[in-house]
């Protein structure tokens, strides 16, 4: 699974970088992005493996971002991870669509795992 | 003549040739031949026949002429022979000259002997033996002139006739001085007069009418020739020899001469006296009763039962709200309720024996309002013992029915919404506050039973507020001032506890009728828990400012309205303020930084301080001037407010994240998306993408905003079709789409329906793409709005349908005149068909004659002026002239130039037809038959009538044509006609007059009896002619009478069937007449009563003032109006209300007093009782702080308190029914659980919305309502309250929202720590620095336990402000009992965990909180065990519950401790506390988690042994 290609979006810079290091500790390609801006022909571009996402982001609720992507047809399979340290989150990122949920802060092994998990399953999918 | 004379053989004739006539024949000849008058010869012994050119036309065509020249006279004039022989022998015989004039001689002429009048003369024509050698006849034909004479005759003899055997009244006056012409006898009979008077001049033989108006109009009629009609006029006539008043109908109308002018006048009259008094009688009579029944508001009613013939009077209409009063008897009463028809039957039938009726029923209204009426009446009966008719009266009495209805409801509505309205009530009479009713919630406020509380004084059954309160009701009794308060702390003794509750309340002096303050009504509204809640968020925010203030989020506290910087974190200072903390903490933000008073930032601080809301923004421009200078930043920042205890806002909490960088980069990536959007936009096309296989779509902004909304909108396929119009989803946009899957060409127009409900029409063209020549793949194109030119289409469209389908004849032409268009209708009137006349020119329709007229019309055009109507001649295709009726109006082009006409004709020729017919015939006969006053018809010799007037037309309403022959038969009365007709020919063949009464059908369908006095017509000749009539309405004469009786008799029946006294009073205030009902009631006899008896029936309190009234009321004319007692026959006395007006004749003179008095003691009686009701109820409903409503056992809003109405701004009125719902936000509206199913099933019903209030704020509400019973156990509606919980809603929404970010702000540091110390400590885990891994496992592990230390508190928040929310689901607790101790085996590997499952159980909980709770009781077990390693876990079911326990041999807890161990901030506090770190609320949080699962949590513990904890679920029975 090594060299998968993974976005990450968090506009808290700090976080962004810490992620970028801990998912290269994998030797994933990581891709950063601070803000949602024309992120959806970004992503078409891209073609991430997996997109992991921060539920606020500045300017706008990253569940509106999520809904976007799985309304595109070329993207919506990419499988979408959304992290946040608002409580009750979890349940307005998965009506939204997200794949995964991941709450901050979180333990480097459930980071790994829920990855691990959204590239599988993509895979799968494209088997 | 010469010629003929010349070409004549006259050898055969007795004068022989020419040659051998005499000299005096030949000068006689050349005389006659050469002579202008008609002249004729007889010469010779055979009287040979000469005559001359002028002559010739009186012998006709096909006649004598030429035959008789030469002819001798006894041959040529055989049929008047006998006449003109002796006429001839005598002037032969040397007679003299004879001339006759005018005289009859019939000649053959024109095929036939004619009457033909001559005047003429006979003259000796002397020959050369001077004898006479013949006759000379000079003579002129007067045929017309005799014929036209005798017509006039006929006339006159016509016009003399009918004044002489006119039934009425009818005279002719001639001349200036207006001598009696004419006067028949009616005329004489009404003036009082014998024929002498004729001949005189009027002034002579009628001196009594010097003075009085009719001269002046008679002169008046003979200067202006306008007739003159005068009805019912008042006259003074002298009739035996006595002056005596009368009232007539007359007409004066001028009689012209043959020039025109005015040489009389035409009189008609007759007098109208007895009619008119009897008349007025009746009004009288009519008015009497119709002022009693409106004095006593009453409407009455007439129905003659056969046939159900029903006259009400107005006011029964106006009770039934129908405004038609031809409306049937059956229809009207189709209007009682149906559940009360029962009621009418039961007093019909009741009605056959006593022979009154009676009843109460209620109405429905056309308008669906619902009325109370009383009917009464007496029945009559026939010969056949059936009744016969109903006299009656009928009453609104909704007002008392309401009245009884309102006084129960509202004793009932004061009960129940006092008892059941969630506020407190409770109220409190005399000094010692003697409590003497308190509802329900206040008792639950108070937490007394009802028996420990009502029925003592206040202080005795709620002693521990006597300190707090007793100053306020002291003063409330004392002073009547109400005292209201808002969030008053008293102290309350609940459950055994003594605590402090908060409270609105207000006391309110409760009032007696006579103002005195007899005590205090209390509505309380209890507060507490939104007060605490305020209490509460206050040092929620306290407990999380200081850890914030740590955090590496840039923030900055602002305290009080002046923006005092009161705290700002490190980082905020170093990167946004960039001055020294000294330099700038406890100065005002604005004085600092004074260059942000020209930024936007203070008007949203002082908003968000205001108001209350936190504001967000991004990307935000600001300047701020630090020790490095002035410097542009680009903010994303918040502004949240910060809450005092009392819930006001004290200050803002800014946190602001610098974003300069990253918006200048992004700005340069908008510039140039801008640029290629505009490009697109630049077109208004719309474009779109359509995925066939899967629907979706994509599409550019311009479609959105033709859809209708924001260009940013993105709208899916559904969406789109969701919003075209559903008549064209189908038939054009499926077709489309059909046709395009074939063609691979989508297109069509359609309409869509924009979210404002306009329609707009959209052309859409499109192409299918097709994957492999076939599958058809996606839908692309190109959409525009059409709207404009569709509409306009569609104008058009209709003005060519409107042209085509027009009955007139549309034309349009150039302004040189050629026809450039031509409808159907102008091919139907002119014949030609388009295809010829378009491009002729339009002088082709107009006659040679008219040709003028063209240009004329045309420079009117070119003016723009438009021609109406103009009525002209015009040529059709076959040459047929026809009256056209023409309206032309100017065609502008666009720029508003005239570019040609149009043109619409209307055929009138037949209209101008009859115009011409009417105009020919006979005028001056008819012209004053039909301005006579009466009914004049004309018979023929045949029987047959021909001629009926104006008047007689008028009546029956029909035309000469329907009347003339035997068609006026159809309107005599069928009863009537064979009589009529016997009168008629009977009197025809003998030829007499007749005079007879029948009932002939007037205009209006209703038979009206009429006079008719018909004499035969003679001519002057004496000919019998035929018959004339005149006839006269008599109906109401005729009916009068008997109309007189009755009426007298319907005012008596009437009145002594109304309830009400009725009572009649003379101008001096007599009373004079009563009803049968004083008798009645009061046992008095007539008698008595007239004498003055009445007042004795009055209540002594009451006599004074009613004589005072009753003489004010006599002496002003003013309406008397009065309550008072009457007594009755038993001595009994009960309240009347008595009200009387006056009548008044014309000249306003009081004629008589009408009174009614209405017996109203029940509602006098109840009414003292209902205003105190009524009056308490309103001080409580309107005291009280909540709102209250009520409705009827329909569900339907009755009633609603001030409160409410203050708050919504909505009248009562208007709430009624389910306009209450008026002032609830839309979508709270759609939201809101159905009242209506709670009604159903008279369950209690509350719910929760908000409302926006008169003031335009948005207020939440709760509403209560249960359903309430009346005293019989029945339902009778719901009551309830509204309560404004705006500050609840707004402090938990205020609440979860400052949770959840302070604890977002807490975790965002937190894992990035997190994520950096694990990286490293996954880069070193190989490495041989043991001090390294050690450090980072201790960040590490610390970091948990801060990361658990704010999962805690965030927990404790939402129990506190109870939001802490169960996510339930249903699991295997053994499941999650292994998965957890796994869990924590994890991080204490060098424990040892026994679990002993004892059966598998499913339970429906929060999976991560029942765990959290486990959790919870492990680490405890762990961390309180400090010598021991081992842990032991149960799971036991036990009724249906599952019980898990966790068993250590830890140092355990004491029993004192064990009581509170659950509590908040607890901790087992050992000699060595700092053993056992953490906040202690742990335990806390799980009891909370256990309870709300409705469980419970316990501890068995024994200090030194340990703990066993163990908390227990519901198990679920549902699996």
């Known amino acids: ?103 901050k802060p979180f333990e480097m092994a459930d980071l790994f795992n829920a990855v691990f998990i959204a590239l599988s399953q993509k895979e799968l999918s494209e088997a | 003549m010469g010629e003929l004379m010349r070409a004549k053989d006259w050898s055969t004739t007795a004068v022989g040739t020419p040659d051998q006539w005499p000299q005096s024949l030949r000068t006689t000849l050349s005389i006659i031949l050469n002579a202008k008058f008609p002249m004729f010869l007889w010469w010779g012994e055979e009287l040979t026949c000469f005559y001359n050119d002028a002559y010739r036309p009186s012998l006709g065509n096909d006649g004598k002429h030429p035959g008789i020249l030469g002819m001798p006279a006894e041959k040529a004039w055989s049929e008047i022979w006998p006449i003109i022989k002796p006429l001839i022998d005598q002037v032969l015989a040397g007679g003299e000259a004879q001339i006759f004039e005018d005289t009859l001689v019939p000649i053959y002429r024109n095929g036939k002997i004619e009457d033909v009048y001559w005047t003429f003369s006979y003259s000796a024509v002397i020959d050369e033996s001077g004898k006479p050698g013949g006759v000379l006849v000079n003579c002129i034909e007067t045929t017309e002139k005799i014929l036209n004479a005798k017509k006039i005759a006929h006339s006159e003899n016509k016009f003399k006739n009918l004044i002489k055997e006119s039934p009425i009244a009818t005279a002719v006056f001639t001349g200036e001085n207006f001598v009696v012409e004419l006067a028949n006898a009616e005329a004489l009979k009404l003036w009082g007069k014998n024929k002498n008077v004729i001949g005189k001049k009027i002034l002579e033989a009628m001196p009594e009418l010097e003075g009085q108006p009719y001269m002046d109009l008679l002169k008046n009629v003979y200067t202006s020739g306008e007739t003159y009609h005068g009805k019912e006029d008042f006259v003074n006539i002298e009739v035996n020899g006595k002056i005596e008043p009368a009232y007539v109908n007359f007409i004066y109308k001028a009689l012209r001469d043959g020039d025109g002018k005015i040489y009389g006048i035409l009189t008609m009259g007759y007098n109208v006296t007895e009619q008119v008094e009897a008349r007025k009688k009746i009004e009288y009579n009519e008015e009497r009763l119709r002022l009693t029944a409106e004095t006593a508001m009453l409407g009455t009613f007439d129905l003659k039962m056969p046939e159900r013939e029903f006259v009400g009077s107005k006011r029964v209409y106006e009770i039934f709200g129908i405004a038609d009063t031809n409306i049937s008897y059956d229809t009207l009463f189709s209007a009682i309720h149906p559940d009360d028809l029962h009621i009418r039957e039961a007093a019909n039938k009741l009605a056959l024996t006593t022979g009154r009726i009676g009843y109460e029923v209620r109405l429905i209204r056309p308008d669906k309002s619902i009325r109370w009426i009383s009917a009464y009446g007496k029945v009559f009966y026939g010969e056949d013992k059936n009744p016969s008719r109903v006299l009656g009266t009928i009453m609104d009495i909704t007002d008392q029915k309401k009245f009884l209805n309102d006084f129960q409801a509202s004793e009932k509505r004061f009960r129940n919404t006092v008892m059941q309205a969630n506020v407190g009530i409770t109220i409190l009479k005399g000094a010692d506050f003697f409590v003497e009713m308190a509802n329900e919630t206040y008792l639950e406020i108070i937490d007394r039973k009802e028996e420990d509380f009502v029925g003592k004084p206040l202080f005795e059954g709620l002693p521990e507020v006597r300190e707090v309160i007793e100053p306020l009701v002291t003063s409330v009794l004392r002073t009547g001032i109400s005292f209201e308060a808002t969030e008053f702390p008293i102290p309350i003794t609940r459950k055994g506890d003594t605590q402090i509750g908060y409270f609105n309340f207000a006391y309110q002096a409760l009032r007696e009728n006579d103002g005195s303050i007899s005590g205090i009504i209390v509505v309380v509204n209890e507060i507490t828990s939104i007060v605490k809640a305020k209490h509460l968020l206050a040092e929620n925010e306290k407990e999380f400012r200081n850890v914030i203030m740590q955090s590496p989020i840039p923030m900055t506290i602002l305290r009080g309205e002046e923006f005092v910087m009161e705290m700002t974190n490190d980082i905020m200072l170093k990167t946004i303020w960039r001055r020294k903390q000294e330099d700038i903490i406890g100065k005002k933000l604005f004085e600092a930084y004074p260059e942000l008073n020209t930024q936007v930032y203070l008007g949203i601080l002082k ?134 899957m074939q063609t691979g060409i989508y297109y069509y127009q359609a309409r869509v329906i924009r979210p404002d409900k306009t329609i707009a029409w959209i052309k859409t063209q499109g192409k299918v793409i097709f994957e492999n020549e076939s599958i058809p793949q996606r839908l692309i194109g190109t959409l525009t709005d059409v709207t404009e030119s569709k509409i306009a289409e569609e104008k058009l469209a209709m003005l060519a349908a409107i042209v085509e389908s027009s ?646 807890i004491s029993k004192q401790d064990q009581e509170k161990i659950f509590e908040r901030f607890y901790r087992v506090e050992g000699k060595d506390e700092n053993t056992f770190p953490g906040f202690g609320i742990g335990l806390f949080i799980a009891a909370e988690i256990i309870h709300r699962h409705n469980g419970k949590i316990q501890v068995e513990s024994e200090p030194g042994k340990g703990s066993a904890f163990s908390f227990s679920l519901p198990l679920d029975n549902q699996l």
């Open chain 1, 1 to 103: 699974m090594e060299n998968n290609k993974i976005l990450v979006i968090d506009d808290n810079e700090d976080i962004l970088f810490m992620l970028k290091a801990m998912l290269q500790l994998k030797e994933y390609k990581v891709f950063t992005k601070e803000t949602a801006d024309n992120i959806e022909s970004y992503i078409q571009e891209l073609m991430p493996d997996v997109i992991l996402m921060d539920m606020l982001l500045s300017g706008i609720d990253g569940c509106e971002v999520c809904r976007k992507i799985k309304s595109i047809r070329a993207i919506a399979a990419i499988p979408v991870i959304m992290m946040s340290a608002l409580p009750e989150a979890k349940a307005l990122c998965v009506e939204a669509g997200a794949n995964y949920f991941v709450g």
């Open chain 2, 607 to 740: 908003k968000v301080f205001t108001s209350g809301e936190p504001y967000k923004a991004n990307e935000s421009v600001a300047y701020l001037e630090g020790d490095d200078g002035m410097k542009k930043f680009y903010f994303d920042y918040e502004y949240a407010p910060l809450f005092d205890t009392d819930g006001t806002v004290s200050g803002i909490m800014v946190t602001a994240n610098d974003v300069t960088e990253k918006v200048l980069l992004r700005i340069n990536i908008e510039a140039e998306e801008a640029r290629l959007r505009l490009a697109i936009d630049a077109t208004k096309l719309a474009t779109w993408d359509l995925d066939l296989q899967t629907s979706e779509m994509i599409h550019s902004p311009r479609l959105a905003e033709i859809f209708g909304h924001d260009s940013l909108v993105l709208l899916t396929h559904q969406q789109m079709r969701d919003q075209i119009h559903p008549d064209d989803l189908q038939l054009i946009i499926e077709k489309a789409f059909n046709e395009a």
């Open chain 2, 807 to 1452: 009955e007139d004849a549309i034309v349009s032409k150039k302004l040189n005149g050629f026809i450039t268009s031509w409808n159907a209708g102008a091919q139907r009137i002119f014949g030609y068909r388009a295809d010829e006349i378009i491009g002729e020119h339009i002088t082709k329709l107009i006659p040679a004659d008219r040709l003028e007229e063209e240009p004329k019309i045309l420079a009117r055009l070119q003016l723009g002026e438009r021609v109406d109507h103009f009525e002209t001649k015009r040529i059709t295709k076959d040459k047929k002239i026809l009256d056209i009726s023409l309206t032309i109006s100017p065609i502008k082009d666009a720029e508003g130039n005239i570019i040609g006409a149009s043109k619409i004709a209307r055929d009138i020729t037949k209209q101008k037809e009859t115009e011409r017919l009417v105009t020919e015939s006979e005028q001056r006969f008819k012209a004053i038959a039909d301005s006579a006053p009466v009914m004049i018809w004309m018979s023929g010799t045949d029987k047959l009538c021909y001629f009926f007037n104006k008047g007689w037309l008028d009546f029956t309403g029909r035309t000469l044509e329907q009347e003339q022959g035997n068609g006026w038969a159809e309107g005599i009365h069928p009863e009537d006609l064979q009589r009529c007709l016997d009168i008629y020919v009977s009197s025809f063949d003998e030829r007499k007059e007749f005079y007879m009464e029948y009932r002939l059908k007037a205009g209006d369908g209703e038979y009206k009896w009429i006079s008719d006095k018909g004499v035969p017509r003679y001519s002057i000749e004496g000919d019998f002619l035929g018959y004339i009539s005149g006839c006269m309405n008599i109906d109401e004469q005729k009916t009068f009478a008997e109309k007189l009786a009755e009426s007298e008799t319907r005012f008596r029946l009437l009145t002594n069937v109304m309830p009400q006294f009725i009572w009649i009073a003379d101008p001096q205030g007599n009373l004079y007449y009563f009803n049968q009902s004083v008798y009645q009631y009061s046992g008095l006899n007539e008698r008595e009563a007239m004498n003055g008896g009445w007042l004795k029936i009055i209540h002594p309190d009451d006599k004074e003032e009613n004589i005072k009234k009753w003489a004010q009321s006599i002496a002003t004319g003013e309406d008397f109006i009065l309550e008072h007692r009457f007594r009755k026959y038993n001595g009994d006395y009960r309240w009347q209300l008595s009200r009387a007006v006056p009548h008044k004749d014309s000249s306003g003179r009081i004629q008589m007093w009408i009174g009614t008095s209405t017996d109203i003691h029940d509602q006098k009686v109840s009414s003292e009782q209902l205003k105190k009701s009524e009056l308490l109820f309103k001080t409580i409903s309107n005291t009280s702080p909540v709102g209250l409503w009520m409705t009827d056992t329909s569900g339907q809003n009755s009633f609603v308190n001030d409160t409410w109405i203050k708050w919504t701004g909505i009248s009562l009125e208007k709430q009624h029914g389910h306009g209450w719902l008026t002032g609830v936000l839309e979508e709270d509206k759609l939201t809101i659980p159905s009242f209506e199913q709670a009604f159903k099933r008279r369950e209690k019903y509350t719910a929760e919305f908000r409302i926006l209030r008169q003031d335009n704020e948005v207020r939440w509400c709760l509403t209560e309502g249960s359903p309430y019973y009346d005293i019989s156990g029945e339902f009778a509606g719901y009551a309830g309250s509204v309560t404004d919980i705006t500050e609840i809603k707004k402090l938990e929404q205020q609440k979860d929202f400052f949770i959840s970010m302070a604890s977002h702000e807490l975790k965002t540091p937190i894992t990035s720590i997190k994520g950096y110390v694990q990286i490293l400590q996954s880069m070193h885990k190989d490495s041989p620095d043991t001090f390294l891994k050690t450090s980072l496992g201790t960040i590490n592990k610390q970091i948990g336990t801060l990361t658990k230390l704010i999962a805690d508190l965030l927990d404790m928040s939402k129990i506190k402000t109870g939001s802490l929310q169960l996510n339930k689901e249903h699991f295997s607790i053994n499941d999650m009992i292994h998965e957890t101790i796994e869990e924590i085996k994890h991080a204490q590997p060098s424990y040892r965990f026994f679990f002993y499952p004892e059966t598998e159980s499913i339970v429906y909980a929060d999976r991560l909180r029942v765990a959290q709770v486990l959790i919870n009781f492990l680490t405890n077990a762990i961390k309180y065990s400090p010598h021991s390693n081992m842990v032991t876990v149960r799971s036991a079911i036990i009724d249906n519950n599952v019980i898990v326990s966790v068993i250590d041999s830890g140092i355990g």
